[in-house]
């Protein structure tokens, strides 16, 4: 009988102790991908790109019934009110393709900037879990799965006659675990917003190594973004890609009028 109970009992702790460690492991990665978050924000700030956008409208079988393609130069600022990031992105139209009268297409913004939910500052809106680990163009990635915390802040909000509405989303990122790099990332309603018409999102954003010539250092930025939205009656399909990617800086002079300046202090 003696023997049972130490079999169990080692038993036991063979299977406890790999959930310890995976759960170390996960916090590991997360602190990993955190930091790798906040340094994309800053690299992002140090680029500009070309933006091709194609928008189609489907009917419910999928078949394309508007097709709008536009192209942009395209960059992202970054500012932070307190510890919350915030981006602000900026367009310049290239061209754009006619879109007929009484046609109502997808806006789609700020998908390039998806693996926010990895910041930091939001990573306690959501849980997470470590999922099986998968092989992508021969190299090992950890799959981690997240869902939002409903009432917590989220990166996400759907912009509806001029309201704005928390997503909660959940989802599925493929993280280099020895850098914390977000290499892809798959996201969809957490919850119901069918009480606003909005029976399905989902999203995909793609991120790629790029190099510049001046310098040896390699940034991982946004390649391609996908979103899918439809409701009861409609489907939309947005695809955005980004290339092209060029460093560029800003420099910022202010002029003062030292006249209205001692005005004021007298």
């Keep these: 009988m003696k023997a049972i109970l130490v079999a169990v009992f080692l038993l036991f702790l063979a299977l406890s102790l790999p959930a310890a460690a995976q759960s170390q492991q996960l916090d590991d990665i997360l602190n990993r991908a955190g930091a790798s978050v906040t340094r994309f924000l800053d690299k992002l700030a140090d680029v500009k790109c070309n933006e091709a956008v194609l928008q189609e409208k489907l009917n419910l079988k999928g078949k394309t019934e508007e097709r709008v393609q536009s192209s942009f130069d395209y960059l992202v600022l970054a500012q932070n009110q307190g510890n919350e990031p915030v981006l602000y992105e900026a367009r310049e139209a290239l061209k754009q393709s006619h879109v007929k009268k009484n046609v109502s297409m997808l806006v789609t913004n700020g998908f390039a900037t998806q693996l926010l939910i990895f910041h930091p500052y939001y990573q306690s809106s959501f849980t997470f879990e470590r999922l099986p680990d998968v092989h992508y163009n021969n190299k ?4 981690i799965r997240f869902q939002h915390v409903r009432g917590r802040p989220t990166p996400a909000v759907l912009l509806l ?7 909660s989303l959940s989802g599925t990122a493929r993280i280099d675990p020895e850098t914390g790099v977000v290499e892809h990332i798959e996201t969809e309603l957490g919850s119901s917003m069918e009480d606003l018409g909005l029976k399905g999102l989902r999203s995909e954003v793609e991120y790629a190594a790029v190099g510049f010539p001046t310098g040896a250092q390699t940034y991982w930025l946004p390649a391609q973004a996908t979103v899918e939205v439809n409701t009861a009656k409609q489907r939309w399909k947005n695809v955005h890609h980004f ?3 060029h460093l560029f ?3 910022v002079t202010e002029s003062v009028d030292l006249d209205k300046l001692k005005a004021k202090e007298q």
């Design 243 to 245: 290339t092209n990617y």
């Design 161 to 167: 006659r001029g309201r704005e509405y928390p997503l």
């Design 249 to 251: 800086s800003v420099s």
């Design 140 to 143: 090992l990635y950890a799959q």
